[in-house]
């Protein structure tokens, strides 16, 4: 069985002086990584922090990656929590998952003070010094952890008032990385632009830890803002990213490139050029893809690769073959893994459930919704509608709690018809269909002034009768309108 600690061990005898992890200002490599996970474990040791709870709390960092790997490889629980969170969200993180420590990047000193003050029984470590103390080979570490205690704590949908702590062990973060491989090898030849959260199990586990077993190497993202022009030099051979990024991609092109059936060489090599030019593979994961988007990027090209996952299956479940070109499923179900449609209709649509060794524990100190999570037969409810076709592909629908039932019998699925709203208006960054009064309503967050009639009009020119939206709000989006 793979663990964290034997990863790095294997690493730091095998790959020793090769490059690992690329930022703006230095390279550092796989023995030097491992040398500096072994010291910050070992710092932690010595103050008592065995199997303690420790959140990491900060930006995207160098510092924040070995951090999370000593506490997991070596040390106890890694709590992460998303950067943007409000000190009071942190407060509550911090009492939710009885985290004893907390390690927090400078960046966050002002909110620090708050937390402290509700938070006094914590020990609080800022993470720079911790990452830059002097090495020390010899510091004496504790024997391998077992692969099936829990090693990482996500809040599964933002750290609300009542937030729910995923429980992930090694097994399960660990335990799709050989099925990855087959549909998209990797190795030291390759190098991954990480942009992503690495407090999110898409970019922590499959962009991140993932790299320790295949020898990837890792270009840390400086500043979103700059991400174009840094993917112009650093032109990665492996992308992960969310389709709110490639569809801004998309409305960034010429018109006559996006809507054209077939696609001149220079054609293609501009769309390429947008990732730098030489991808091997582009991930799309966090949610579904508009069909029309991924064909271009096809018809361009790109080698895209649409997955499916969640925080509690340690963002393992489905995953496109190389070189696939269907447009519609977003992959084929991990084979280790026992998935079953529950109460499909006449079409075959149900909820998706699933057992396997990805699946998590449960929900840190609740019960109750822990054992709301499972069915009878020990099956994770995903809470998500789909089916699986017989070729193992995996298609969605929508979630099972916002399944709109119409008088007429037909379903209509907001998660659809709001991925739709966003790629038909780029002035639109966000957008929530709902239905009240049998009426199917839409609340569309604009980043600049749009005519919202026109665009529901032709949004609902393509609709069947039963689906359209009748009746629409505008809300300005300050939030992207910053990011835009």
């Not at 006559?256 to 060489?265: K, V």
């Not at 947008?274 to 090209?301: E, V």
Request: proline share 4%.
């Amino acid at each position: 069985m793979k663990t964290i600690r034997r990863l790095l061990d294997a690493a730091y005898e095998t790959r020793y002086d090769q490059p690992y992890i690329h930022t703006k200002d230095a390279v550092y490599t796989f023995g030097e990584t491992v040398a500096r996970v072994r010291t910050i474990a070992a710092s932690l040791l010595a103050r008592g922090l065995a199997q303690a709870h420790i959140v990491i709390w900060g930006e995207n960092s160098y510092a924040w990656m070995l951090t999370d790997l000593a506490v997991m490889g070596y040390v106890g629980v890694t709590v992460a929590l998303d950067r943007n969170l409000r000190a009071e969200a942190v407060v509550r993180a911090v009492q939710t998952a009885d985290v004893r420590c907390v390690i927090y990047s400078h960046e966050k000193e002002a909110d620090i003070a708050i937390v402290r003050e509700q938070c006094k029984d914590v020990l609080f470590l800022a993470i720079e010094p911790l990452a830059a103390l002097p090495i020390n080979d010899n510091a004496p570490l504790p024997a391998d952890k077992d692969p099936d205690v829990c090693s990482k704590i996500v809040f599964s949908s933002g750290t609300t008032a009542e937030p729910k702590a995923v429980m992930l062990s090694q097994r399960n973060m660990l335990s799709g990385f050989d099925l990855l491989m087959k549909r998209a090898p990797m190795s030291e030849a390759d190098l991954c632009y990480l942009f992503l959260p690495l407090h999110h199990t898409y970019a922590g586990l499959c962009n991140f830890l993932y790299s320790i077993c295949s020898g990837m190497q890792i270009y840390l993202c400086s500043d979103l803002k700059q991400m174009t022009e840094e993917l112009a030099v650093v032109r990665p051979t492996v992308l992960s990213a969310v389709p709110l990024i490639l569809e801004r991609i998309w409305h960034a092109l010429p018109e006559a490139i996006t809507q054209a059936e077939e696609l001149t060489d220079e054609q293609c090599a501009l769309v390429q050029g947008c990732f730098g030019g030489r991808l091997n593979y582009l991930f799309c994961g966090g949610a579904k893809l508009d069909p029309q988007i991924k064909r271009f990027f096809h018809r361009a090209g790109v080698n895209l690769l649409e997955a499916y996952a969640l925080t509690e299956t340690a963002s393992i479940f489905s995953i496109e073959y190389s070189g696939s070109r269907n447009t519609e499923s977003v992959g084929t179900v991990f084979e280790s893994l026992d998935v079953k449609i529950h109460k499909p209709d006449e079409n075959g649509i149900g909820e998706l459930l699933v057992r396997g060794e990805n699946v998590f524990a449960g929900y840190y100190g609740n019960e109750a919704a822990t054992v709301a999570a499972f069915d009878s037969d020990g099956y994770f409810r995903t809470g998500d509608l789909g089916f699986v076709a017989e070729d193992g592909n995996l298609y969605l629908r929508g979630r099972k709690r916002r399944m709109i039932l119409r008088s007429n019998g037909e379903n209509v699925y907001p998660d659809e018809l709001e991925s739709r709203i966003c790629s038909l208006c780029s002035a639109v960054s966000r957008a929530k269909v709902y239905e009240k009064e049998g009426v199917i309503r839409a609340v569309l967050y604009c980043k600049e002034p749009i005519d919202g009639k026109l665009w529901m009009d032709r949004l609902n020119s393509s609709l069947p009768s039963y689906s359209r939206v009748e009746a629409w709000e505008l809300i300005a989006d300050e939030i992207g309108a910053r990011m835009k």
